[in-house]
């Protein structure tokens, strides 16, 4: 029987008030309310040999435990699993994970022997050194959405619902801002992928397949690292977007400065900040590139 360890986040959307169920007699547990205790609590799951890691949280209690995961283990990582009880859930999505999975029905799937799933992450890198894991990196327009959808977050707005308004309210205030508008002007940054500085809209990176809504914004669900960047000011913005998010290519698209790209990595230098995973973070000199495959158990 293979050994389990379970991270509870107290803090994410659907663990708030509820406390945390009685555990199999085998299933170690950690609760951090600290960085360093989760850090703590990944290096005695390693000591103790287990195989099988289950992430009770949302995107970013999963960013978190990937971030740490690697030098807790320091060596061959374990299986993971996620229970998606935050309040973005975009990598449970992607593996299928359904909302309202329990530890029972990961344990269970695992005893059976059914099929798991894989998934490279993304390492953000800086001056040599891995910084953090995840699956989804932005900046320009993206940073500010997203503090726009931690706003709508305050509001009650969860998954899919968040995911389309805050496209809806980012799209609005592009398409009536002015020449001058922080949404319209951009971020400047020197991407390898597009050698020289200029002003770019949005960037976005990920190694995931699906996406909220059926969105397709790298096109055809693939493997491996994907980039959407589009230049600013956006131009066409009113035709291209309904076109991306449904993942069709047209010839002009590029021309007006959308463009789409396969990478293993990429270097990216600009002063603003950037995202990762629904959380932001200072920019700077900067490698994204494919992480580590990691293995998933499907309920």
């Given at each position: ?250 010839p002009w698209l590029e021309a ?8 293993e990595s990429f270097d990216v ?31």
């Open positions: 029987m293979i050994r389990a360890g379970l991270i509870w986040n107290g803090n994410s959307h659907r663990n708030r008030g509820q406390g945390r169920a009685p555990l199999p007699e085998d299933v170690l547990d950690i609760c951090p309310e600290e960085p360093s205790h989760l850090m703590a609590g990944l290096r005695r799951f390693a000591r103790e040999g287990v195989e099988l890691v289950v992430i009770d949280g949302g995107d970013g209690t999963v960013r978190e435990v990937l971030t740490r995961l690697p030098e807790a283990y320091g060596g061959p990582l374990p299986r993971l699993a996620v229970l998606p009880n935050g309040k973005t859930n975009a990598l449970a999505l992607d593996i299928e994970t359904p909302l309202g999975a329990t530890l029972e029905n990961i344990l269970a799937s695992c005893a059976a022997g059914k099929p798991t799933k894989r998934r490279q992450c993304i390492e953000v890198v800086r001056d040599g050194v891995t910084e953090r894991r995840g699956f989804l990196f932005g900046m320009g327009a993206f940073v500010r959405a997203t503090k726009l959808a931690q706003k709508n977050h305050g509001k009650g707005f969860v998954d899919n619902a968040a995911v389309g308004i805050t496209l809806a309210g980012a799209f609005a205030r592009t398409i009536l801002g002015g020449a001058g508008d922080r949404w319209r002007r951009g971020e400047a940054a020197d991407i390898s992928l597009a050698p020289g500085e200029r002003a770019w809209f949005i960037v976005m990176a990920s190694t995931l397949k699906r996406f909220p809504m059926s969105f397709k914004p790298y096109g055809e669900p693939r493997e491996g690292l994907k980039v959407l960047s589009v230049e600013a000011p956006p131009r066409r913005l009113l035709r291209a977007v309904p076109l991306i998010l449904r993942g069709g290519d047209e007006c400065g959308y463009r789409r790209a396969d990478a230098a600009f002063e603003g900040d950037f995202v990762l995973d629904g959380e932001p973070y200072k920019g700077g000199r900067l490698t994204v590139r494919q992480g580590p495959e990691l293995e998933f158990v499907i309920p």
